[in-house]
């Protein structure tokens, strides 16, 4: 269920700019997108996996402030992160 190798190397690539910058708040939230979107499709086919869902609303959370402190930083990176991830505010 975790995101493997070659995707989390592909989305630091695409979203921090080269393959070592997995510290970019970009690189960051593509990666928490990426995981969100795993356990939504778990939630589809486990509907009561209720202990799951709280590591969902936790990264779900972590997402927000990351969204939040890029928001501050920098609205343009904000903009166009939010629309190629296809998030909504």
Known sequence: ???TKEDKARLVKEYGGNEKNTGSTEAQI???SERISQL???FKV???DTNSK???LILV???RKLLKYLQRRDIEKYRA???KLGIRK
Do not use: F, P, S, Y
Request: charged share 30%; glycine share 10%.
């Open 30 to 32: 593509a990666l928490i």
């Open 46 to 48: 486990n509907k009561k």
């Open 61 to 63: 959370g972590q997402r």
């Open 81 to 83: 992160l939010t629309d």
């Open 54 to 56: 709280r590591g969902l």
């Open 1 to 3: 269920m975790a995101v």
């Open 40 to 42: 939504t499709e778990h």
